[in-house]
């Protein structure tokens, strides 16, 4: 198969609506909570080794075809990615990349809005970033506990993307104070180790976000 490797995000499954981005603004017109908006640019933005670039006109993602799609599909919503991807230039204090073994990519950074407080954001595999995740997204600034039905439910709209066929990516997230932060993976010398260590072993701390497909 020859693709062209210009991914666009086609649908998404989050805060359990099965939503089609038939339209550029779909993200601000989906009827997704304030808070899972803000989840999504930010783990798309934050987690993301892609870059901006300016050519005669615009400003362009460069980079993974996958971060590169996710990237557009918040610049089609008219979010300006090129200013936003900045704030978290001097903020990172871990970062994990994408490995073929682990399916995942995870950074850890001061959050920019919320002076004291770290955000961890987790990208990837579903079927990989789901099993880290004890809650997931619920609306209007609730989370629910992501039990076993919630979680055959979210991998079952996961597989029917997949099965289009789309490219199919995880968004969790995890927020804590700075000093706990510090106390449970920068006292000792890897973070990044730590982190990963906890997510080997099956630890459910994050929340999750949303499946995004993605189709060449």
Known sequence: TI???????TQFFCENRHIKATRPDTLLNCELSVDAITRIKECVLY???ARIEMDA??????GNGTEVGLLKFLQNADIPVHLLIQRKLGRIRMISPFSSETKRSIVALDCPDRPGRVCVYLKGAPEIII?????????????????????SNILHKVSAMACEPLRVIGLAYMEMDEN????QYEQQRNPAYNLQAYLDQGTRMFTWIGAFGLKD
Do not use: F
């Open 3 to 9: 693709t062209k490797n210009d991914m666009k995000v």
């Open 47 to 49: 987690n993301c080794d």
């Open 57 to 62: 006109t615009q400003y362009v993602p460069v």
């Open 131 to 151: 099993n880290n995740c004890g809650a997931l997204m619920a609306g209007d600034r609730r989370t629910a506990d992501l039990d076993g039905t919630e979680q």
């Open 180 to 183: 706990d932060w510090i106390s």
